[in-house]
């Protein structure tokens, strides 16, 4: 879906940070971000939430044929990912091989090149997913 220049620059605090909202009065998390809660209705306040970023595949595909935007970079893996804190976010994992992908998989998010206008266009930027593998002590 194309969506207008203005909403664009305005959204991309959310998509850089992963920044979504929460009701006040049951907790719950919500990403993207919703005006409103659909349980509590209007009694909830909506306050911003940064999400930590870490969840789990809860399922994902391969894609080995894209459109010419994405060509370059097939092929890919594209989850459905459970935030910890709840919310299902879908985006791509970045992994140095498509077979490592798997249900279950703990991943955490990063801010990374996802595409271009054009060949010298604008370099647009967003949040992707990489295996949650700890760190190896130094």
């Not at 049951?26 to 930590?52: H, K």
């Not at 970023?53 to 809860?58: F, L, S, T």
Request: proline share 8%.
């Amino acid at each position: 879906l194309e969506m207008s220049v203005p909403r664009f620059w305005r959204k991309i605090p959310q998509r850089y940070n992963l920044i979504g909202t929460q009701c006040t009065s049951c907790q719950s998390t919500f990403y993207p971000p919703r005006a409103f809660c659909p349980d509590c209705r209007r009694a909830g306040e909506i306050v911003p939430y940064r999400f930590e970023g870490k969840g789990e595949v809860v399922t994902f595909t391969v894609i080995r044929t894209a459109s010419d935007a994405f060509e370059q970079q097939t092929p890919f893996v594209l989850a459905i990912i459970r935030l910890d804190e709840g919310p299902l976010v879908t985006a791509q994992i970045v992994v140095e091989n498509v077979g490592e992908a798997c249900i279950g998989m703990r991943v955490r998010s990063v801010f990374r090149r996802i595409g271009s206008d054009g060949e010298s266009g604008v370099i647009h930027y967003g949040t992707k997913f990489i295996p949650d593998v700890p760190y190896p002590d130094a």
